[in-house]
């Protein structure tokens, strides 16, 4: 999703962007991906490859999530590395933080408690990854290669096109997408809700990542080597259901079950590096929801 939203974004047209597919590149291949990245020789890399999915795919897959996921962050760190790329920008994700840690999150909190069970596989291979670009700078500065850097930004939660919808594999705003659409081309009086709907939640729209990633490809000197990338707001599970329902047109009621797992209460990102490094989000939910929706349907009449 991120990668193609990078791609789709007006400020992408001023590079030449390199974007193999997976089938066009296997990156759990070092071998391979290490030839690509000496064949191509990029003045910097963006690593927004991941096995990504909701909840119940986290639970589902933790050995996919926890392996596929150190094998991708290992293989195009460590190939860009050796074919001495100078710039890499690594997208991590908010899962690293512990789940008992003080909202807003900073960024000084990786590594300081005990990480949200349901996507711990998750969260450890990002923080894998996010490290071995710390030990990378660190050990560069020691041997004098003052050129290169590789940084970490630390996106919220995100939605937007090209997401995925199916409830095997979504997130919290596409599963709803679908759920809530479902009820209404169904007519059903009723949505369900895992939990009591209060749990916070951080949903950005993926377009907006888009634009601060390629922002920093442009200001990379300026750029922290740790970053939350946010809203610096929340909504409740309550709020995405409700803002979901107007924006599809279903009139129905919610019903809560709270015996299914919800994960972390609140996940809200401290913004202050962001906000003095000059980048805010420009689209509002309802905004994000429709075009969300709108590809959503355009998926479902392909």
């Known amino acids: 999703m991120v990668g193609q939203n990078i791609l789709e974004h007006p400020a992408a047209a001023q590079y030449d962007i390199v974007a193999p597919s997976s089938q066009e590149l296997d990156l759990t291949d070092f071998a391979a991906t290490q030839r690509f990245m000496v064949a191509t020789n990029p003045d910097v890399v963006i690593h927004c490859a991941g096995r990504v999915g909701g909840i119940q795919a ?61 996507n711990e596989g998750y969260a450890l291979a990002k923080i894998f990854a996010t490290r071995l670009c710390e030990y990378i700078n660190r050990e560069s500065q020691q041997t004098g290669a003052t050129g290169v850097r590789y940084k970490t930004l630390i996106p919220c939660n995100l939605y937007g096109r090209h997401d995925k919808f199916s409830p095997e594999h979504s997130h919290l705003i596409p599963a709803i997408i679908h759920k809530v659409h479902q009820a209404k081309v169904q007519h059903l009086a009723e949505v369900e809700i895992w939990g009591d709907g209060t749990a916070r939640r951080e ?6 990542l888009a634009g601060a990633v ?46 299914k ?7 809200l990102v401290d913004i202050t590096r962001q906000r003095a490094w000059g980048w805010m989000p420009a689209t509002a939910l309802s905004t994000g929801i429709e075009k969300a929706y709108q590809y959503y349907l355009m998926e479902q009449n392909a």
């Open 214 to 259: 390629l922002q920093a490809v442009q200001d990379f000197s300026q750029l922290p080597d740790l970053i939350n990338i946010g809203l610096g707001h929340d909504h409740s599970i309550n709020d995405y259901y409700a803002a979901a329902a107007q924006v599809i047109g279903w009139q129905g009621n919610f019903v809560h079950d709270t015996t």
């Open 58 to 118: 986290n639970i589902a897959h933790p050995v996919d999530f926890l392996v596929t996921n150190m094998d991708l962050g290992r293989n195009v760190i460590m190939a860009a590395h050796k074919a001495g790329v100078p710039n890499l920008i690594n997208l991590a994700s908010s899962c690293m933080y512990p789940r008992n840690a003080p909202n807003p999150l900073s960024e000084t909190l990786v590594l300081q408690g005990e990480l949200e069970p349901t």
């Open 203 to 208: 949903f950005m729209y993926a377009g907006d």
């Open 261 to 267: 797992p919800v994960g972390m209460k609140q996940k």
